[in-house]
């Protein structure tokens, strides 16, 4: 390897971190510290993840979670690993996990401003056949004052002031986005133990023939859904259908997304009606990042994904997400059956 091909000038996420710190005056370093925590988060869940059939860590932990789900044994260490990172960074006042059916306010920090939802490990159901999984999560600014309660957490997706997600893959892939601005990728360095910014300024194409949904539900689907699906599949003389790819894992299937275009898609539906993805720990974070990358995002009454707001900590949507163009087809075919 000759000395030119090699970079030593990285930009590890620590060092994002600081540099974006420096460009926001009033910064205190609070949300970088946070993020640190968050980073070790990752990194320790990928650790378990990748360890996991080696050390007896597949299957079932024998319990389900608050919303029903049976919960794997890594659903427990990857919620476990969250909360400790949380609490013990000393920023985080209130957390929400898809692993528990209440809040958790960590009380022992009174200045605490951060709020935080996660969807530990998503996808679980695939971890057990090694396919990607991940984790995603939300970021909310507490108002001076605010106890950190619930209600301070039930807010809409324009209230975040960052969100992201990892993805737990051939390499974990963790991308960011805050109120600011763009979108970044990250790949961690398992040598180096960091994440190195690998994709900045991340874009999603405008367009795509690629789709990805549950086609299983299709008995289910509402006609506009139907219509809509079809009209990829079916395109008409001289039309070329589009590709479906369906890892299963919202974090997976979303990321190939960013990256390639398409559209992404759980609707709500007759057996689901609410839609089966949570709004705070699964939607919003996502359409945050989609928004940031040139991409839309839309709830099943076809209202922007990051203005619904939540009544319950695990209230589920459903959701389209992707490139424009693609989206935009889904409006106008929704509207169309108005
Ligand atoms: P989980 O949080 O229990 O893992 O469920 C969420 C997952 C998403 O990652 C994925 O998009 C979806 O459920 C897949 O659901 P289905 O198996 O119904 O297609
Ligand atoms: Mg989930």
Redesign the pocket.
Known sequence: VGKDSINTNIITLTRFLTEEQVKHKEATGDFTLLCHALQFAFKSISFYIRRATLVNLTGLAGQANATGDDQKKLDVIGNDLFISAMRSCGRVKLLVS?EEEECITFDEWPNARYAVAC?PI??SSNLDAGVSVGTIFSIFKLPKGAKGVKEDILKPGTEMVASGFTMYGASAQLVITMKSGGVNGFTLDNNFGEFILTHPDMRIPKKRAIYSVNEGNSLYWEEPVKEYINGLKYPGEGGKPYSARYIGS?VADAYRTLLYGGIFAYPADKKSPKGKL?ILY?CAPMAMVFENAGGLAVDSNMNRMLEVVPEHIHDRSGIFLGSEQEVQKVLDIHKKHQ
Request: net charge negative; aromatic share 0%.
């Open positions: 898809e969807d998503d996808g919202m949570r699964e």
